[in-house]
């Protein structure tokens, strides 16, 4: 399977960006897919997630800024960022499980880099 992540840029702080992660399978047969972020020097971190059933899962920095999404229908998962800061700067990966996880892990696309400066 792959997984295909784009939209990422350069954005002001306070802008918006959305990234999608195309699959090249059907999406409807992972459980779970989402969006991790990472920054040298640091640990994967997730960012946000949701299962086929619609379950969203957030990491607390993101609560209320970002909005995952999935559409089975074009095998596409979305992540609506808004309100963004610089401490959202990182590259971002998409990834997709099929065991039941709200971290999905076991299928990683290539990361589009998320950079937010004035």
């Known amino acids: 399977v792959q997984l295909q992540a784009s939209g990422g840029g350069l954005v002001q702080p306070g802008g918006s960006l959305r990234l999608s992660c195309v699959v090249s399978?059907?999406?409807?047969?992972?459980?779970?897919i989402g969006w991790f972020r990472q920054v040298p020097g640091k640990v994967r971190e997730l960012v946000a997630a949701?299962?086929?059933?619609?379950?969203?899962n957030y990491a607390d920095s993101v609560k209320g800024r970002f909005t995952i999404s999935r559409d089975d229908a074009v095998n596409t998962v979305s992540l609506q960022m808004n309100s963004l800061k610089p401490e959202d700067t990182a590259v971002y990966y998409c990834?997709?499980?099929?065991?039941?996880?709200?971290?999905?892990?076991?299928?990683w696309g290539q990361g589009t880099q998320v950079t937010v400066s004035s």
């Open positions: 399978s059907f999406t409807a047969d992972y459980y779970a």
């Open positions: 949701i299962t086929n059933g619609g379950i969203t």
């Open positions: 990834a997709a499980d099929r065991s039941r996880t709200l971290a999905p892990n076991d299928y």
